[in-house]
């Protein structure tokens, strides 16, 4: 761990231009998409993050011993592909990632004829996984309401199988963006697919290589728009996003409208601005199912312009790099906001989780220190409230693993970093 990290800014005018790398999302999309082509394909704009970076190096790697590190796109992704390569290896990862679930991954695999076995606790990485044809069904049901990560592990591999895939969703698809995200890059290189109610269907075929550039990351783009709608006036303008775009945290131009911030479109990205006077509104509404991502972007803003908030289609955010509502919830409690779950007998809807937030961001007791629990995204969700008071980022450094210019790139909006 390293020391915590200081934040300030000097105040006025928000204004200045980014240029983002790729989106990991993609980028670990596009590297497992060409482990799977004939011949390969060459990427541009790869993304910096350390996720995508390891899972370049993993999938160039000869060990028998595949280390993933905190890297969750990065283990379910392999967990899938070391299925088809020849020999046996075993994937492991940090002990958080020893901790989240794998099972429903490895018993859809296993259904197709997959040879894995728990090196450790059930249902948990590590996992030593040999070579195996896949042939054994070409039908599997999964949990709709599942990570999109094992979903879309299973779709990248469905061409090579020697009778293709039929997966079928079972119950509320969640993240679907994701899933359309995949499927949409499987397109891009050739892949033809077609739904039959809840089930997906892939024939045998074989990737076809193209020369890809990578999209820049909209979930990275998020924690500027929260700077936008905390500033009093912005102007900024960040460069490789596209209006077109398969990412579900695009929708974060248009949640932002209603703080304020406006997003034009140009050959370089977007621009976005944000007139003096403009007021915050008295209550935010979303339900992130679909980009959960940017949920503690959101929570962050609110908390800093006093707007209460109410969030549902939080699910997936419990098993992440930590369980981003309770980090949220202690976190924010440090400047006397309160996040809080809805009783369900008071949300109205059966089966949907509503969470609330209250209180405006209150900096009475000083610069507060928060921590980051080992997660890229509560840094960079907490770090724009630095443009309304001094704060301090506990193991700054986290943010390597998706936006390692992060701290560099808020250098360049004027903002100043000390660490201890």
């Not at 280390?67 to 899938?80: H, I, K, M, Q, W």
């Not at 990578?214 to 998020?222: H, I, P, R």
């Not at 703080?259 to 006077?277: L, N, P, S």
Request: proline fraction near 5%; include cysteine.
């Amino acid at each position: 761990m390293n020391s915590p990290l200081e934040i300030t800014h000097p105040g006025g005018a928000l204004r200045g231009s980014i240029e983002l790398t790729g989106s990991k999302s993609i980028a670990n999309r596009a590297l497992l998409i060409r482990a799977l082509t004939p011949g390969g394909f060459p990427i541009h704009r790869m993304a910096a993050a350390d996720d995508t970076v390891r899972l370049q190096r993993l999938l160039e790697s000869d060990d028998d011993t595949l280390d993933c590190g905190p890297a969750g796109t990065t283990y379910r992704f392999l967990t899938g592909y070391l299925c088809r390569r020849r020999g046996t290896q075993l994937l492991t990862g940090s002990e958080r990632m020893k901790e989240r679930p794998i099972g429903i991954l490895v018993d859809a695999l296993r259904a197709l004829g997959a040879d894995i076995e728990y090196a450790g606790k059930e249902g948990y990485p590590p996992l030593r996984i040999g070579y195996s044809a896949l042939d054994k069904s070409d039908r599997i049901s999964i949990a709709a309401d599942t990570s999109s990560q094992y979903i879309s592990s299973l779709l990248m591999l469905a061409p090579t199988l020697p009778t293709g895939l039929k997966l079928t969703l079972e119950g509320e698809i969640v993240s679907m963006p994701y899933i359309r995200m995949t499927l949409g890059l499987m397109s891009y290189f050739g892949i033809h697919h077609h739904w039959e109610g809840q089930t997906i269907i892939i024939n045998p075929q074989t990737y076809q290589s193209r020369e890809f550039t990578v999209e820049a990351d909209w979930s990275a783009a998020s924690y500027y728009y929260s700077l936008a709608a905390l500033a009093g006036e912005a102007d900024l303008r960040i460069g490789g996003l596209f209006r077109e775009s398969l990412q579900g945290d695009a929708v974060v131009s248009r949640l932002y409208e209603d703080f304020g911030v406006e997003t034009h479109y140009d050959e370089a990205g977007i621009h976005m601005t944000k007139a003096r006077g403009t007021a915050a509104p008295a209550l935010f509404e979303h339900d992130f199912v679909e980009c959960p991502d940017i949920a503690q972007t959101l929570m962050a803003t609110c908390a800093g312009l006093g707007v209460q908030g109410l969030y549902s289609g939080l699910q997936t955010l419990f098993i992440k790099e930590t369980d981003r509502v309770k980090a949220m919830k202690a976190e924010l409690g440090k400047l006397g906001v309160s996040l809080y779950k809805i009783p369900a007998r008071m949300a109205g809807k059966t089966g949907v989780q509503y969470f609330a937030q209250e209180g405006e961001a209150s900096f009475a007791g000083g610069t507060p220190t928060f921590a980051t629990y080992h997660d890229h995204r509560m840094a960079m969700a907490l770090a724009p409230l630095a443009l309304l008071h001094p704060v301090r980022i506990e193991d700054p450094q986290v943010v390597e693993k998706s936006y390692p210019a992060f701290y560099d790139d808020l250098g360049s909006l004027g903002f100043r970093t000390a660490g201890e």
